[in-house]
């Protein structure tokens, strides 16, 4: 089996410890540094297949670290997932927007943690990924892209063009989270002409719609909006 190798940049010593401790036991290669420029010239070194990342750090900050990985031509397909203090929903939103790939929210249980590692590194980078996937399947939901058709237990659902562009995105992506900005950009892309900038507005509108209970958009309070796993 080929090991994955994982980066941590963490200055709390214990976390650092059950962390490593846990992805190691997971079979993992792990690697670790306490301050943000260690870091980056360890991920530079290794170049690991993840990164677990915590934004408050000594030295360079996780933000700017995650944009660094993010923007060099060697890096960028190194995943990253951003550890945050409760309720920094707003450093979650930046995260995302300079290319993280998944966040954990401190306290977190180690449990949760290897989970969501393999999870990532399950779906890949983003860049990775096939947004134009044809049809995608969700329990009573199919999206059927070429012939561009919502379908709910078999029957059609009439989407706006818009509302079909970020429904489509957001579940070919599952499990990942977006937020507002991304989805604008990425999922509508700056050609498209969109009456309402407002994302909010385009999500009520594909919920409604699709009538799902609960829906197979959750809404991540303060980050965006995600697909269901
Ligand atoms: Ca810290």
Avoid: W
Avoid at 8 to 34: M, Q
Avoid at 40 to 66: A, F, R, Y
């Amino acid at each position: 089996m080929n090991r994955k190798k994982i980066v941590i940049i963490e200055d709390e010593p214990d976390i650092l410890e059950v962390l490593s401790y846990n992805l190691k036991r997971e079979g993992f290669i792990v690697l670790t540094a306490f301050d943000g420029d260690a870091g980056l010239s360890l991920v530079k070194k290794e170049k690991p297949d993840l990164v677990l990342l915590d934004l408050m750090l000594p030295g360079t900050d996780g933000i700017k670290i995650c944009s660094s990985i993010k923007n060099d031509s060697d890096l960028h397909n190194t995943l990253v997932i951003m550890v945050t203090a409760k309720g920094e929903e707003s450093d979650v939103v930046l995260g995302l927007g300079v290319g993280a790939d998944d966040y954990v929210s401190k306290p977190f249980s180690p449990k949760e943690l290897v989970a969501r590692v393999k999870a990532v590194l399950r779906r890949g980078t983003l860049l990775e990924l096939s947004p134009e996937k044809e049809k995608v399947e969700y329990g009573d939901l199919i999206i059927d892209v070429a012939k561009h058709k919502i379908l709910v237990k078999g029957e059609e659902i009439k989407l706006t063009a818009t509302e079909f562009k970020i429904l489509h995105y957001l579940a070919s992506s599952s499990g990942r989270v977006f937020s507002r900005e991304q989805l604008l950009n990425k999922a509508l892309g700056d050609a498209t002409i969109v009456v309402d900038r407002n994302i909010d507005v385009h999500i009520r509108g594909i919920r409604k719609k699709l009538g799902i209970q609960p829906s197979v958009i959750e809404t991540i309070r303060g980050v965006g909006y995600r697909f269901k796993e």
